[in-house]
């Protein structure tokens, strides 16, 4: 169940509330008058099946409502309510299925913003697995990985493809391409101070590294771990159901790669620096071209339901619902 909150002035109120009350998926509607004072208006509020939100989203949208006012969704995470459970068994889908496109599309605009916190993201992760592969510690880089911030700007790749939006796509890149290469840059500095100290030499980072060296070496396997990592993560951003995401940290070789890149720079090894670009790279476009044939797909099962739902309301008396 989601909760909707509408602030809008009090011209739209009641074709609002004609349509949230006329939706089979839509529970209870309260209607709170003139306590909004900014807009001048109502105040609308509805408890609606996961499943059932984007269609009422979108015509909310070209009522125009978030223009003169405000529509809001929060998730409920505990209820306990007749009408509600019926709501939901009667709405087409399963609600840990259901992708409130609304959701996915402001959570990428927020992940692919490019600010100071993701770059200190960046930089810590990469400098602790620059430090992980010098020490050949798995536990370290396993930790460097997870601290990784760049997941969120890959998916909001797949959501700008799939939902057209060119900024967003633009947005994205652009944070991707700046946080490792700021991140990149950093470290090789790092790594430039440290092998000046002594603290490190080029054996360091050259010598056998078995649970390593998979991070220069890019292989067939590199590229589908990299697929199945960003459909899983694509699916815990969109579903209800979250808790995946660590696995997809863990299982792509992005920060890993960008910290030997640092560390190939440092030293001027030109095969590490390739091999590991090369690493990152296909990475990236693995998660991406995942992300984006898994939202794809997501769009066209629910936009199939969304049609199904259309058809049934439809086929119920209304009290000047405005169209769906």
Do not use: C
């Not at 002594?198 to 390593?212: A, Q």
């Not at 049934?312 to 209304?318: A, E, H, Q, Y």
Request: no cysteine; glycine share 8%; charged share 15%.
């Amino acid at each position: 169940m989601m909760l909707l909150r509408v602030v809008s002035p009090a011209e739209h109120t009641q074709s609002i509330a004609d349509l949230l009350t006329d939706d089979t998926a839509v529970s209870n509607v309260a209607v709170h008058r003139g306590v909004s004072v900014k807009p001048a208006g109502d105040i609308i509020e509805a408890d609606i099946a996961r499943e059932g939100v984007n269609e009422i989203v979108d015509v909310l949208l070209r009522m125009d409502i978030h223009k003169s006012g405000t529509i809001q969704l929060a998730d409920v995470p505990t209820w306990m309510s007749q009408k509600g459970f019926e709501a939901d068994l009667v709405t087409p889908g399963a609600s840990a299925d259901a992708v409130v496109w609304s959701e996915v599309t402001q959570t990428a605009y927020e992940d692919s913003e490019f600010n100071w916190t993701f770059v200190s993201f960046m930089f810590l992760a990469t400098v602790l697995v620059a430090i992980a592969i010098l020490l050949n510690s798995t536990i370290l880089l396993i930790g460097a990985m997870v601290l990784g911030p760049e997941f969120g700007a890959v998916a909001a790749l797949g959501v700008a493809l799939v939902r057209r939006r060119g900024t967003l796509l633009r947005r994205a890149a652009a944070t991707l391409a700046g946080g490792f290469a700021i991140a990149i840059a950093a470290t090789t500095v790092l790594a430039l101070i440290a092998r000046a100290l002594g603290w490190i030499t080029v054996v360091d980072v050259v010598e056998s590294r078995p649970d390593t060296e998979f991070i220069y070496s890019p292989d067939k396997w590199s590229f589908i771990v990299a697929v199945l990592a960003g459909a899983a993560g694509v699916l815990s951003v969109t579903s209800a159901k979250l808790g995946g995401l660590s696995g997809v940290f863990i299982s792509v070789t992005t920060i890993p790669a960008a910290g030997n890149v640092a560390l190939g720079l440092a030293f001027g090894l030109r095969d590490t620096v390739v091999g590991s670009a090369l690493q990152l790279l296909l990475n990236l476009a693995g998660m991406a071209v995942a992300g984006w044939l898994t939202l794809a797909l997501q769009q066209a099962s629910w936009g199939r339901a969304s049609a199904y739902r259309a058809r049934l309301l439809r086929n119920r008396p209304t009290r000047g619902r405005p169209d769906l």
